[in-house]
């Protein structure tokens, strides 16, 4: 099982940046696929954007350009480069786990393996 622990939200003003980190316990490359997701006030918790097991990106369509996931396997650690930040963009962000097959690279399951989340807030 792999423990994951998320930083560097914030307070910015939209238009702004902030990069997200997400530190994992182990190496999980081989194992994982891993993604990001957002929780706002009072809603449903949804993927923003993960990695797949080919190693391509994908993105929900209201971050797709301003939201780039990358993840740097010798530091074990995922991130989330957010920019243009809006408004909407504000709430609690989590990095997750999928398990990966080891022989096919396919991503299956669950999301799981949540880290505790770090709050972004975009003003106006």
């Known amino acids: 099982q792999v423990h994951l622990v998320e930083s560097g939200g914030g307070s910015v003003q939209a238009g702004g940046s902030l990069r997200l980190s997400c530190a994992a316990s182990?190496?999980?490359?081989?194992?994982?696929?891993m993604g990001w997701f957002h929780q706002a006030e009072g809603k449903e918790r949804e993927r923003v954007a993960s990695?797949?097991?080919?190693?391509?990106?994908n993105y929900k369509d209201s971050v797709m350009g301003r939201f780039t996931i990358s993840q740097d396997n010798a530091k074990n650690t995922l991130y989330l480069q957010m920019d243009s930040l809006r408004p909407v963009d504000t709430g609690m962000y989590y990095c997750?786990?999928?398990?990966?097959?080891?022989?096919?690279?396919?991503?299956?399951?669950?999301?799981?393996?949540w880290g505790q989340g770090t709050q972004v807030t975009v003003s106006i």
């Open positions: 997750a786990t999928r398990p990966k097959l080891a022989a096919t690279g396919n991503c299956y399951g669950d999301w799981g393996n």
């Open positions: 990695i797949g097991g080919d190693g391509a990106a």
């Open positions: 182990i190496y999980t490359y081989s194992t994982y696929c």
